[in-house]
């Protein structure tokens, strides 16, 4: 098995303790890069957290209701061959 690696919030502007409200995949599930893993709620949008690059989850860190912020990890995803993982 390829080395994990993590999924993270990206930078969401100025906000801390931002909602899960919604989760777009689950263990086990192949994703491409780009392809939304959860949804947040700020007091003004929702965003989707991206996957950084394509693979397959392996671990999601975050249930509904969690609080998120920047670089908080949402999943672990092993990576797909040839994928440009960071």
Known sequence: MAE???ARVPDIG???GV???ELLVAVGDTV???QGLVTLESDKAT???PAPFAGVVRELKVKLGDELAEGS???LI???EGSEAA
């Open 47 to 49: 965003m989707e957290v």
């Open 32 to 34: 491409s890069q780009d």
């Open 19 to 21: 909602p899960v409200i």
């Open 14 to 16: 100025d906000y801390d």
């Open 78 to 80: 092993e990576p797909s």
């Open 4 to 6: 994990l690696k993590e």
């Open 73 to 75: 990890v949402v999943a």
